[in-house]
């Protein structure tokens, strides 16, 4: 049985940075490509960056620049650096296992999100 864990959220002003986490289990890691998502009060969910098993990464136009994804496959886990964060980088923050061939396909496995919330 998949299972994602996200942790890193918090509270935190205008300007700082989160470094966001979640540890995979019941996979194999290394043949998947992982995702970070987000979601806000009365928004659609939202790709904000994937990584290939390849390491290859993509961002949404929002977060280039600011945001960086990164894995460890040793540890089972994904990474997202968030800097420069902005009030409307707000949201439940959720990681998925999926598969990448030209865009990110996001399985039905999804971890509890972690919530980050930015001051303005």
């Known amino acids: 049985q998949v299972q994602l864990v996200e942790s890193g959220g918090g509270l935190v002003q205008a300007g700082g940075s989160l470094r966001l986490s979640c540890a995979a289990s019941?996979?194999?890691?290394?043949?998947?490509?992982m995702g970070w998502y987000r979601q806000a009060p009365g928004k659609q969910r939202e790709l904000v960056a994937a990584?290939?098993?390849?390491?290859?990464?993509n961002y949404a136009d929002s977060v280039k620049g600011r945001f960086t994804i990164s894995r460890d496959n040793a540890k089972r886990t994904v990474y997202l650096q968030m800097n420069s964060l902005k009030p409307e980088d707000t949201a439940v923050y959720f990681c998925n296992a999926g598969w990448y061939s030209n865009i990110y396909r996001p399985s039905d496995a999804w971890g509890q999100g972690t919530q980050v919330t930015v001051s303005s």
């Open positions: 019941g996979i194999t890691f290394e043949d998947y490509a």
């Open positions: 990584i290939t098993n390849g390491r290859n990464t």
